[in-house]
């Protein structure tokens, strides 16, 4: 239906990135605090469970953090991907409809003179290590512009890996920086010039964004990573959004607590531990049932659904030391095996090797 109404994607390649980052954002990083606010101010009494107000108030502070993001980046842009409306603005409406409504807190967006005039919110993320942009080489050919090239910053880490896999699967040219997490680096002004959200533990990042921009830009390169129709696009994005929601976060919450932990001073949870591995778990059973039907994720190609598990699952078969969770699934460890060994991922292990 893109040809009736107004255009919600963008116009170019690289509007569309822009929204696909800021859908990423609202899902991963402005709606779960809301959400919190939502069920614990609107529905607890309904739904016969007590009201945590301890969530509450953290929920609100890190709701709050985030609208601050977006009342910076709406004082440049008139809608968060630009100044078009996109579906990055409408996918706000409904619960920030319930935050200056039934839930109270109305002077969250009131008192933001930016996203106030907008209504719709931007979302902030709390912690990324990836950003990317485009730098002129600086070298011009004759009839030729100016060469532009991609380049990924932290690329030993494990969310720029997916970018940097989908890079080497469409066989664009790219180059990297390299930010050092573990000293923090991307609290360093240069950085943040790019990455406001510079902060670590790393929750969450626009690594999925970004794979999705190249996906779209260089779709004539090598394999067609998004699907051939609008159906299997369909389930390639319901499939990246289940790595993003259902996937990653306990996954995350094992790789910080075992893997990075005793590294960055503090100490492991081993209830969290537990409980993620339960989580886990239960998603992975998931994933074998869809798979004893598709050899992939979103169906019998290979997408970025797929490509979006193999940096933190290298983890979770390595460092994390938690390798059954996968070879115990009989059709997940067929798609582990098969991911895996793809010449693209066995060329970014090999030259950007786990920093752990």
Do not use: C
């Amino acid at each position: 239906m893109r040809s009736q109404g107004p255009d919600l994607l963008g116009k170019t390649v690289e509007e569309r990135g822009q929204v696909e980052q800021w859908l990423d954002v609202e899902a991963t990083t402005y709606h779960p605090p809301l959400l919190n606010l939502t069920l614990h101010i609107m529905f607890a009494s309904v739904m016969g469970f007590p009201s945590d107000e301890k969530l509450i108030k953290e929920s609100e502070e890190k709701l709050s953090a985030v609208l601050d993001v977006y009342e910076a980046h709406l004082s440049k842009s008139k809608y968060l991907a630009g100044d078009f409306v996109s579906l990055a603005d409408l996918a706000h409406l409904p619960f920030t409809d319930y935050l200056v409504g039934p839930i109270g807190k109305a002077y969250m967006i009131k008192d933001r003179k930016h996203v106030k005039i907008v209504v719709l919110i931007e979302i902030t993320v709390d912690d990324r290590i990836i950003a990317f942009k485009f730098d002129n080489t600086g070298r011009r050919r004759k009839k030729r512009k100016e060469k532009m090239v991609l380049t990924i910053y932290a690329p030993l880490f494990a969310s720029s890996k997916r970018a940097v896999v989908t890079l080497v699967e469409k066989g664009v040219e790219f180059e990297t920086v390299n930010v050092d997490l573990m000293k923090g680096e991307q609290r360093q002004p240069e950085y943040m010039a790019i990455q406001p959200f510079g902060k670590i533990p790393v929750l969450v990042d626009e690594s999925r964004a970004i794979m999705r921009y190249i996906a779209e830009k260089y779709r004539s390169q090598g394999p067609d990573l998004l699907g051939k129709t609008i159906e299997e696009r369909g389930q390639v994005e319901q499939w990246l959004d289940v790595e993003a929601t259902s996937y990653h976060p306990p996954l995350l919450a094992l790789t910080l607590n075992i893997v990075f932990a005793p590294l960055m001073g503090f100490p492991a949870d081993e209830k969290v531990i537990k409980e993620s591995e339960e989580k886990l778990g239960e998603v992975l059973d998931v994933y074998d049932a869809q798979l004893s039907k598709n050899e992939y994720l979103a169906g019998d190609f290979v997408s970025l659904a797929d490509l979006a598990h193999l940096p933190f699952t290298e983890y979770l078969v390595g460092a994390i030391g938690k390798g059954y969770m996968i070879k115990d699934r009989k059709h997940v460890s067929a798609w582990w095996d098969k991911i895996s060994n793809r010449a693209a991922w066995k060329e970014v292990s090999e030259k950007y090797a786990l920093p752990v």
